[in-house]
């Protein structure tokens, strides 16, 4: 059973570039998360993707972008980069008629130099 | 944006020993408590969890207590191991939605 796959591992873009983070939930969920993790810190909500429609968004600009594929995988999207974008980008799966549980992938390190 | 605060930052605990880590939260509309275990350059990865109808659950040497009038909730790690060596965090969130993290601790536990 494959659980919760993200790519890249890494990446380095420079400031004010675009970057797409891939993310393909643990096989049976249909609901993804995205998450922005500073170095030190917990991980912080950006939005969450169910039915191919963005149902809730935290506390993010609209640089921050995202899709939802019907095959349950999705991107996250980060326009004009900026050095406070370095972080471990984390995608979490769920069920969500199902239970409460999420599921974290290994995530994806962006540096922005 | 911070509605859970956990404490402490840093631990250590000797091989065998209790860890305890405890987490506040404000929102009272929260109804789902999970606590994550995070290896370096890993994905935070769920440990346990509660709901606020129960004021504990046990897993094996995880076990969550949960005080609804005070609005907290600590992980205690009994036995504890050198593996056990992790960053932990605990987090809230209601209906499963936009989980609120705590900011970790670091669990180091001497052998």
């Known amino acids: 059973d494959a659980g919760v796959t993200q790519s890249p591992t890494h990446l380095i873009k420079t400031r004010g570039q675009q970057v797409t983070l891939r993310c393909s939930p643990k096989?049976?969920?249909?609901?993804v998360s995205w998450y922005q993790q500073a170095l030190g810190q917990g991980p912080q909500f950006i939005f969450q993707y169910y039915e191919e429609e963005e149902r809730q968004r935290g506390n993010f600009p609209d640089r921050f972008s995202g899709h939802q594929f019907p095959n349950y995988s999705s991107e996250l999207n980060v326009n004009a980069l900026l050095l406070g974008d370095s972080a471990l980008y984390l995608c979490?799966?769920?069920?969500?008629?199902?239970?409460?549980?999420?599921?974290f992938g290994p995530g994806t390190r962006l540096t922005v130099t | 944006q911070q509605q859970v605060k956990q404490s402490p930052q840093s631990l250590i605990v000797q091989k065998g020993g209790i860890s305890i880590i405890n987490c506040a939260y404000e929102?009272?509309?929260?109804?789902?408590f999970p606590w994550y275990q995070q290896f370096p350059g890993k994905g935070p990865a769920l440990l346990i969890a509660?709901?606020?109808?129960?004021s504990e659950k046990k897993e094996g040497r995880f076990t969550i207590s949960f005080n609804k009038s005070a609005k907290q909730f600590s992980l205690h790690i009994m036995d504890s191991q050198p593996g056990d060596s992790a960053t932990y965090f605990c987090a809230a969130s209601r209906l499963g939605n936009d989980m609120r993290f705590g900011a970790g601790t670091r669990l180091t536990v001497k052998p």
């Open positions: 979490a799966s769920s069920l969500l008629q199902q239970g409460y549980e999420q599921y």
């Open positions: 509660i709901r606020p109808d129960v």
């Open positions: 096989s049976g969920h249909d609901t």
């Open positions: 929102n009272t509309a929260f109804d789902y």
